[in-house]
C-alpha cells in the first residue's frame, strides 16, 4: 500500500485523485493551516493526522509519495506576482519548506519514492523559470527524475478551462513517465451546478465586478476599446 503525506493538503484534491485511480493509499499525515480547509478535508476523508504549519515540522513520517500543492499567490498572474525566490518570506516561498524537509528525510533515509507538485502554469513562465530551474536541480541532485506538463481540467472531462503545472518526480534514474492523453469533453458546466444553491454563497457585486475587470490581471489582459 502506498503511504501518502500531503503537503498544504487543502481539501484534500490529490487524495481524491488517488481514490478516483483506485491506488490503494493510506495518507499518513498531511500539513494544512486553514481551519475551513482542514473541515472541509475531514467532511471528505475522514479524521486524518495534521501536523499543522509546515515550518513548524521537524521531520515527516516515512512515506512513499510526498504531494506538495504550494501557495500560488505570488506566482499566479491574478496576484501581485512577488515570487518565490528562497528567503523571500512570501507565501509561495514555502516550497523552500519542502526542500527542508527532503534535506532532513535524506540524511534519515527516508526518502519518499515519488513527490507530486501541482501549480499554477505561470510557474514555468519567463519570469519564474529560473526558480523553477533551482527547484528542479536539486531534486535531481537526490536523485529524482522529474516530468512535468501543463495540463489542462477541459482535456479531462471537466468543463473548466483551468492549466495546471503537474511534476511527478520518481528516485530512480530509469524512471519513465508520460502524461495521459486527452479524453473528450462529455460534460457542461450545468452538469457541475447544485440546483438549489443559498443565497449566502452568492458572489457579492464587488467580486463580481473584480472577476470581470479584465484589466485587473497585472496588466497582461486588457479590455478592448471600442
Ligand atoms: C494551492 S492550496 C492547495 C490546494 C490543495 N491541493 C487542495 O486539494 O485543496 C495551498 C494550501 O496551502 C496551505 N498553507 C498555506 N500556508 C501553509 C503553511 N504554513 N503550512 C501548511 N499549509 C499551508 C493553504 O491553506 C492552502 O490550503
Known sequence: MLKVIELFAGVGAQRQGLKEANIDHEVVAISEIDKYAIKVYEKLHGNTP??????KIERLPKADLWTYSFPCTDISLS???LGFDKG???????LWEVQRLLEIA??????????????VKNIVSKRFKSNFKEWISFLEE???KNFYQILNSKDFNIPQNRQRVFMLSIRDDKAEYSFPSP?????????????????????????????NDETNRNGFIRKKTV
Open 88 to 94: 523571500s518570506n512570501t507565501q509561495s516561498s514555502l
Open 106 to 119: 535524506k540524511i534519515n533515509n527516508e526518502l519518499p519514492k515519488y513527490l507530486l507538485m501541482e501549480n
Open 142 to 144: 537526490l536523485g529524482y
Open 50 to 55: 495534521n501536523l499543522g504549519d509546515i515550518t
Open 79 to 81: 496576484g501581485k506576482m
Open 183 to 211: 479524453i473528450p469533453l462529455s460534460l457542461k458546466l450545468k452538469d457541475m451546478l447544485e440546483d438549489e444553491v443559498d443565497k449566502k454563497y452568492y458572489l457579492s457585486e464587488k467580486m463580481l465586478q473584480f472577476l
